[in-house]
């Protein structure tokens, strides 16, 4: 390979003529040579190095962040990951080159010292000989790590930009023969038959609707390969469960899922990873830099899935949910790590405002409607409305198979670690004398708590003995939170035996405390399941 001219930089002493070593590929060894050469000191000297040594046949578009590689007279997508593993081998050769060129100059200095000489003086010879070559063997100790390498990747993208004349930010146009399309293989599966195995998705719902523990269900079952919710699991792999809220509650939820789950070792699981500080998915650095670790950590593993719950948390500062500029660009970061891990991305997020979805029917995901084209796979979790500790999960998008034309019943359980786990089905859950029943106030999230606090404090002060039935709009005025919020709570407090809904003229609902405050505790209070409602 001819050495290509060195670019000037700061930190080389001189013109590029004083280099005296020229960089050869052939066998991977980096030979001394009296013409002229240059040696990589920092990550734009390696990607101008890689650059040339496949020039012509590597290409970056910035807007979809791919690489593409040419094929004869197409470009194709490099799915691959060639790119990467280029840079790679790079960085192999380099090291290798470098180790050699210091043993070339170590023998140099013996030959010339002979016998006269001390061991101290031949090694500070040595020193004197190889610093011209100090930056070039930091260099390469830098990109023997992943961090190195990815920077390299970084310069590289740069120089091998959409060149000028082209399209910027898109990939280069190919036709694709009909062949081709016609011998690709089958979509694979991470859960079969729902969530295939590459793609970006999403698990959204109202709060309280168990989400969470069933994003951290989902994603033991991958690690563990343990069907999930009756679905096999195809790609057991490792996982990755970024959280950008309730760190606090993470160990007792994963001790209580594990307790739960059909395995052996009740210990926590190797192939399951946390990353506990959120960061701005439209951030490029923010993202190159988890792919990175999750990538180290991971070696020859397989990552299958990565989580992030919530994914507001993971929005930056700028970023508006209900644009969809921006919320494209925390697409294609999802997109952009599931392509380069080769793993499901799945964003754990709220119901929209107005589409809650009623009669049991799902509503749709909040912020831009973007999301939905985007999705691979969707699914919402609902409440059973009239079923303690039960819940719904709707598959709302997929990629290829008909979407199921009922939803996919689940239960939650306490377990003994102190926290919820979910089990298949409807099951006990729900069922009077049922010994892992949750009790009530234990499926609601501390904004749902307080608010039923507050309606069933407002209605024991002023609906309860001989005082008439308060109506909801009465219980609204005089409470706070969104009305919607508390005409479920006043649901779940009749369903659950808190307070008593009779008619009141006009017909509407009406609310009030069935009996004495004594009386309603005996009724509700089992005596294995201490109740502490929140009254004043």
Same mark, same amino acid.
């Given at each position: 390979?001819?050495?290509?001219?060195?670019?000037?930089?700061?930190?080389?002493?001189?013109?590029?003529?004083?280099?005296?070593?020229?960089?050869?590929?052939?066998?991977?060894?980096?030979?001394?040579?009296?013409?002229?050469?240059?040696?990589?000191?920092?990550?734009?000297?390696?990607?101008?190095?890689?650059?040339?040594?496949?020039?012509?046949?590597?290409?970056?578009?910035?807007?979809?962040?791919?690489?593409?590689?040419?094929?004869?007279?197409?470009?194709?997508?490099?799915?691959?990951?060639?790119?990467?593993?280029?840079?790679?081998?790079? !960085?192999?050769?380099?090291?290798?080159?470098?180790? !050699?060129?210091?043993?070339?100059?170590?023998?140099?200095?013996?030959?010339?010292?002979?016998?006269?000489?001390?061991?101290?003086?031949?090694?500070?010879?040595?020193?004197?000989?190889?610093?011209?070559?100090?930056?070039?063997?930091?260099?390469?100790?830098?990109?023997?790590?992943?961090?190195?390498?990815?920077?390299?990747?970084?310069?590289?993208?740069?120089?091998?930009?959409?060149?000028?004349?082209?399209?910027?930010?898109?990939?280069?146009?190919?036709?694709?023969?009909?062949?081709?399309?016609?011998?690709?293989?089958?979509?694979?599966?991470?859960?079969? #038959?729902?969530?295939?195995?590459?793609?970006?998705?999403?698990?959204?719902?109202?709060?309280?609707?168990?989400?969470?523990?069933?994003?951290?269900?989902?994603?033991?079952?991958?690690?563990?390969?343990?069907?999930?919710?009756?679905?096999?699991?195809?790609?057991?792999?490792?996982?990755?469960?970024?959280?950008?809220?309730?760190?606090? #509650?993470?160990?007792?939820?994963?001790?209580?899922?594990?307790?739960?789950?059909?395995?052996?070792?009740?210990?926590?699981?190797?192939?399951?990873?946390?990353?506990?500080?959120?960061?701005?998915?439209?951030?490029?650095?923010?993202?190159?830099?988890?792919?990175?670790?999750?990538?180290?950590?991971?070696?020859?593993?397989?990552?299958?899935?990565?989580?992030?719950?919530?994914?507001?948390?993971?929005?930056?500062?700028?970023?508006?949910?209900?644009?969809?500029?921006?919320?494209?660009?925390?697409?294609?970061?999802?997109?952009?790590?599931?392509?380069?891990?080769?793993?499901?991305?799945?964003?754990?997020?709220?119901?929209?405002?107005?589409?809650?979805?009623?009669?049991?029917?799902?509503?749709?995901?909040?912020?831009?409607?973007?999301?939905?084209? !985007?999705?691979?796979?969707?699914?919402?979790?609902?409440?059973?409305?009239?079923?303690?500790?039960?819940?719904?999960?709707?598959?709302?998008?997929?990629?290829?198979?008909?979407?199921?034309?009922?939803?996919?019943?689940?239960?939650?359980?306490?377990?003994?670690?102190?926290?919820?786990?979910?089990?298949?089905?409807?099951?006990?859950?729900?069922?009077?004398?049922?010994?892992?029943?949750?009790?009530?106030?234990?499926?609601?999230?501390?904004?749902?708590?307080?608010?039923?606090?507050?309606?069933?404090?407002?209605?024991?002060?002023?609906?309860?003995?001989?005082?008439?039935?308060?109506?909801?709009?009465?219980?609204? #005025?005089?409470?706070?939170?969104?009305? =919607?919020?508390? =005409?479920?709570?006043?649901?779940?407090?009749?369903?659950?035996?808190?307070?008593?809904?009779?008619?009141?003229?006009?017909? =509407?609902?009406?609310?009030?405390?069935?009996?004495?405050?004594?009386?309603?505790?005996?009724?509700?209070?089992?005596?294995?399941?201490?109740?502490?409602?929140?009254?004043?």
């Amino acid at each position: 390979m001819t050495a290509p001219t060195p670019p000037k930089q700061r930190g080389q002493r001189g013109e590029p003529g004083t280099w005296k070593f020229l960089v050869l590929w052939e066998n991977g060894i980096l030979l001394p040579k009296e013409t002229l050469g240059w040696l990589p000191t920092s990550d734009l000297d390696s990607a101008l190095l890689i650059q040339q040594e496949r020039a012509g046949s590597l290409r970056y578009a910035h807007g979809s962040r791919q690489w593409y590689l040419r094929d004869g007279e197409a470009w194709r997508k490099d799915d691959g990951g060639t790119v990467e593993k280029a840079v790679t081998d790079y !960085a192999i050769r380099l090291d290798l080159a470098i180790k !050699a060129l210091k043993e070339e100059v170590r023998q140099q200095v013996v030959r010339q010292a002979g016998l006269e000489k001390s061991e101290t003086e031949i090694r500070e010879r040595q020193a004197e000989v190889w610093e011209p070559f100090e930056a070039a063997a930091g260099h390469a100790a830098w990109l023997k790590r992943a961090s190195g390498q990815a920077a390299v990747l970084k310069m590289l993208s740069v120089a091998c930009g959409a060149p000028d004349g082209e399209a910027e930010g898109r990939q280069p146009l190919a036709l694709v023969p009909a062949a081709e399309v016609w011998e690709q293989p089958d979509l694979a599966y991470l859960v079969d #038959g729902w969530i295939p195995q590459t793609g970006v998705g999403a698990l959204f719902g109202e709060t309280g609707t168990w989400k969470s523990f069933l994003a951290l269900h989902l994603l033991l079952c991958v690690v563990y390969r343990l069907g999930f919710l009756g679905q096999p699991v195809n790609r057991p792999g490792r996982g990755v469960y970024l959280l950008g809220e309730g760190q606090a #509650g993470a160990r007792r939820r994963l001790r209580s899922a594990i307790a739960d789950l059909a395995v052996q070792e009740k210990i926590a699981p190797a192939g399951l990873d946390y990353v506990m500080v959120p960061f701005p998915l439209s951030d490029e650095r923010a993202v190159t830099e988890v792919v990175t670790v999750i990538r180290a950590r991971a070696g020859t593993d397989p990552v299958s899935l990565v989580v992030f719950d919530a994914a507001a948390d993971f929005y930056g500062a700028d970023d508006s949910e209900i644009s969809a500029t921006d919320m494209q660009r925390i697409i294609a970061a999802c997109k952009r790590i599931s392509r380069e891990l080769g793993c499901f991305v799945l964003l754990v997020a709220h119901t929209g405002h107005g589409s809650k979805g009623e009669d049991d029917e799902p509503g749709r995901m909040r912020g831009t409607s973007r999301f939905g084209q !985007a999705w691979d796979f969707e699914m919402q979790a609902m409440r059973e409305p009239k079923r303690q500790g039960c819940g719904l999960l709707w598959i709302t998008k997929t990629k290829e198979d008909e979407l199921p034309s009922a939803p996919v019943p689940f239960h939650v359980i306490k377990t003994p670690a102190g926290s919820l786990a979910v089990r298949p089905g409807h099951g006990e859950a729900g069922e009077a004398g049922a010994e892992d029943r949750p009790h009530p106030l234990e499926l609601l999230s501390p904004t749902e708590e307080r608010i039923f606090g507050e309606v069933i404090t407002y209605v024991r002060k002023r609906g309860s003995g001989d005082k008439p039935p308060l109506s909801f709009r009465a219980i609204d #005025g005089g409470t706070k939170g969104n009305q =919607r919020a508390k =005409r479920r709570m006043l649901d779940l407090a009749v369903d659950w035996q808190f307070l008593a809904e009779v008619p009141i003229p006009g017909d =509407r609902r009406g609310f009030r405390y069935p009996g004495s405050f004594s009386a309603w505790c005996d009724r509700v209070a089992a005596p294995d399941v201490p109740v502490s409602p929140p009254i004043a």
